[in-house]
């Protein structure tokens, strides 16, 4: 085959590649084209400004902005003010060893100030972040804490009052050598009295309608659930009562004996007793009584 020939047929073969090659070619010729009015229009200036840096923040040292928020807090006296500053070491510098202890910082401004819902917040999420630092007990007992101090008054809702107790229990269990499982024992009584404190205000109540049964349940609660709390005494005393206005001497007796037993010096023995000797009979325990399964089940009785 001649050199002529050879050419002729490679030319006829890459002929329609040759074509793809130029129509792309010219394609992207048209895009440039198409660019270059748009440029004048402003889209030059657009992604200058957006590439351009932003030289309006600046951040701060880490330290500068922990130490000012400990400055607002100790001598300043504006705990809202501190704990900006404290997030704001969290924000600036999220990563460090300051961002960790500005958060918990930041937890403690805000329980300071009263700010609860905000202190929990800031609380949680540093228990989740470094559950295995030193300070997370510290930061599990201020959630906890902050619901205590929102406990409100028996008359109310005891919601709060049953999330405190939970939140105080977590703390006894995730860290129970540490210094906060004490205070939070402490303050899991306190609440749980609370709540017997509820029971006994509704049973007076149910009392006072002559609805025994009702008032039976209540105080029952107290009695087999808060038998540790200051308000099992008059729970005792309330049952002789109920029991006997609806003629179950039995189980008045039984209150009446597990009463006097337990607490021989209260006065509301001397009123279940008078109030048992008022119907000519004695207290006597029934051994078969849920009174006094209750007691003996916890080593009282």
Same mark, same amino acid.
């Given at each position: 085959?001649?050199?002529?020939?050879?050419?002729?047929?490679?030319?006829?073969?890459?002929?329609?590649?040759?074509?793809?090659?130029?129509?792309?070619?010219?394609?992207?010729?048209?895009?440039?084209?198409?660019?270059?009015?748009?440029?004048?229009?402003?889209?030059?200036?657009?992604?200058?400004?957006?590439?351009?840096? +932003?030289?309006?923040?600046?951040?701060?040292?880490?330290?500068?902005?922990?130490?000012?928020?400990?400055?607002?807090?100790?001598?300043?006296? %504006?705990?809202?003010?501190?704990?900006?500053?404290?997030?704001? *070491?969290?924000?600036?510098?999220?990563?460090?060893?300051?961002?960790?202890?500005?958060?918990?910082?930041?937890?403690?401004?805000?329980?300071?100030?009263? +700010?609860? %819902?905000?202190?929990?917040?800031?609380?949680?999420?540093? *228990?989740?972040?470094?559950?295995?630092?030193?300070?997370?007990?510290?930061?599990?007992?201020?959630?906890?804490?902050?619901?205590?101090?929102?406990?409100?008054?028996?008359?109310?809702?005891?919601?709060?009052?049953?999330?405190?107790?939970a939140a105080l229990e977590e703390v006894v269990r995730k860290y129970p050598t540490s210094e906060y499982a004490t205070s939070a024992k402490t303050k899991i009584e306190a609440a749980r009295d609370q709540l017997a404190g509820k029971e006994m205000a509704v049973g007076r109540y149910y009392m006072e309608k002559r609805d025994f049964t009702a008032a039976i349940n209540r105080f029952k609660t107290v009695v087999t659930q808060y038998q540790t709390t200051r308000h099992v005494e008059e729970a005792l005393y309330r049952l002789t009562e109920a029991y006997m206005a609806i003629g179950i001497a039995g189980e008045a007796q039984t209150a009446a004996a597990v009463l006097g037993h337990n607490f021989p010096d209260s006065r509301w023995y001397k009123d279940a007793y008078n109030l048992v000797k008022s119907g000519g009979l004695e207290p006597s325990e029934n051994q078969g009584s849920w009174i006094s399964r209750t007691f003996k089940k916890i080593g009282l009785g």
């Open positions: 085959m001649s050199a002529k020939r050879m050419t002729l047929e490679l030319d006829h073969s890459d002929v329609s590649g040759l074509k793809r090659a130029a129509r792309a070619l010219r394609f992207a010729a048209g895009l440039v084209v198409l660019a270059l009015p748009l440029s004048g229009c402003g889209t030059g200036a657009l992604w200058d400004k957006f590439m351009a840096k +932003d030289d309006t923040f600046v951040d701060e040292p880490a330290d500068k902005l922990y130490n000012e928020g400990l400055y607002m807090m100790n001598e300043k006296k %504006d705990l809202k003010a501190a704990s900006k500053k404290f997030e704001e *070491v969290d924000r600036q510098h999220p990563y460090s060893e300051w961002a960790r202890k500005s958060l918990l910082m930041s937890a403690y401004s805000y329980y300071q100030a009263g +700010d609860y %819902d905000s202190c929990i917040g800031s609380a949680t999420r540093y *228990v989740t972040l470094h559950p295995g630092s030193p300070d997370a007990a510290y930061a599990q007992y201020l959630i906890a804490a902050s619901h205590f101090d929102q406990i409100p008054d028996i008359s109310r809702d005891q919601g709060r009052t049953e999330k405190a107790i």
